[in-house]
């Protein structure tokens, strides 16, 4: 009688790499066969599996159970499990019992699902309370005013700081419907070659301004001596970088330089905001390119915060979208208390200099 376990499509789909995580257990649990992913999740080599116990294995109580219940049962169960070095690693598991005894255990990668599941939920979550926060204070104030017993003066008062929290939800918005443009790349930039000195240029004037109220200096850094264009969308790209320079002048100290340049790269040109200021703590540097990621309002003194516009953790996942948009990417260098040094890279035009 022809084994069917040793069949060439059993094998096949066994040995399959990149798949469904594919194992044969025995009724009293011990593996009989397993793939090269198994291998792998376990952190042990294939041939060493063999004849070795499933909780052995895997170390998953839930799984272990789930193969047991299935082979009580001989009934086809599913569950979750967590497995992998220290359980990082998600699986819908599906136990499968062979007529000739045994189980099929099937096992489906599901990290990727269950983490956009989170980050959804951390989404809707932030945003209730980043829109719930000034929809609290105006809706005091209006009560306040709406009893009558304020002088005139706190009346213009109530009415400056109602329109101020309006404008930040208002700004919110702008900022969460561009992210959502930039994301699901309906923007569909109008990308040309770009001279990188007129960026510069246009972010250093229109920072300024806000950069001087707040007795910060902001510098351009000497055109660098190329003719390389960049292939962006100068719209995008002086948004991201003015994102970038509103961040530096917002997390200067006072009398501080935020200095703003360029550089031709082999294959992109790298557009850089770098400032002297708090810097971003090493615990947080793996995560400020979220959505609404925050290192701490605190930080940044709120008078600044409200000159500059609020902040909601937005500017810099844009910034990020809109380097991704064009094909590029952004980084950051920072060491906190002495400064940070942002940068946006996008592909980099075909020009003079290469052709020579
Ligand atoms: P926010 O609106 O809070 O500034 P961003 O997405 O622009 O949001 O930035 C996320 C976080 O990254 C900020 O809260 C801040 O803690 C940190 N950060 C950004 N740029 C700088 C910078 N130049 N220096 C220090 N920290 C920065």
């Not at 990727?112 to 989404?123: G, K, Y």
């Not at 209730?128 to 213009?156: C, F, M, N, Q």
């Not at 009415?159 to 992210?179: G, Y």
């Amino acid at each position: 009688m022809i084994d069917p376990l040793a069949s060439a499509a059993v094998t096949a789909l066994l040995e399959r790499r990149g798949g469904d995580l594919l194992l044969i257990v025995d009724d009293s649990l011990r593996i009989m066969r397993a793939g090269p992913e198994a291998a792998v999740l376990a952190e042990r080599s294939g041939e060493s599996l063999a004849g070795m116990s499933l909780i052995a294995v895997f170390g998953s109580a839930p799984l272990d159970a789930l193969a047991r219940a299935a082979i009580t049962t001989r009934s086809i169960l599913i569950g979750e499990a967590e497995l992998g070095h220290l359980g990082e690693r998600q699986f819908a598991v599906d136990a499968v019992p062979l007529a000739q005894g045994g189980l099929l255990l099937s096992l489906h990668d599901i990290t990727a699902l269950r983490r956009m599941e989170r980050v959804r939920r951390d989404f809707v979550a932030n945003l209730g309370h980043e829109l719930r926060t000034p929809l609290t204070s105006i809706k005091l104030l209006a009560e306040t005013l709406a009893a009558g017993s304020v002088d005139a003066e706190t009346t213009h008062d109530f009415v400056t700081q109602i329109e101020r929290e309006a404008d930040h939800l208002a700004q919110l918005v702008d900022e969460l419907l561009d992210l959502s443009m930039i994301e699901s790349g309906q923007t569909g930039l109008a990308v040309e070659p770009l001279d990188p000195e007129e960026g510069v240029a246009a972010c250093v004037e229109r920072i300024r301004p806000v950069a001087e109220r707040r007795d910060v200096s902001v510098r351009r850094l000497p055109r660098p001596d190329t003719h390389a264009r960049a292939m962006a969308d100068p719209a995008r790209l002086g948004q991201a970088l003015l994102n970038l320079a509103h961040n530096a002048v917002k997390y200067s100290h006072h009398g501080g330089e935020v200095r703003i340049g360029w550089e031709a790269q082999d294959d992109v040109v790298r557009f850089s905001v770098a400032d002297d200021g708090i810097g971003v703590p090493d615990s947080h540097k793996a995560r400020i390119f979220e959505r609404f990621y925050k290192v701490d309002r605190s930080r940044a003194r709120e008078k600044d915060a409200e000159q500059l516009g609020g902040s909601a953790g937005i500017g810099l996942a844009i910034v990020r979208h809109i380097a991704e948009a064009h094909g590029g990417s952004v980084g950051f260098v920072s060491e906190e208390g002495l400064g940070s040094t942002f940068w946006i890279d996008v592909p980099r035009a075909p020009d003079p200099d290469r052709a020579s």
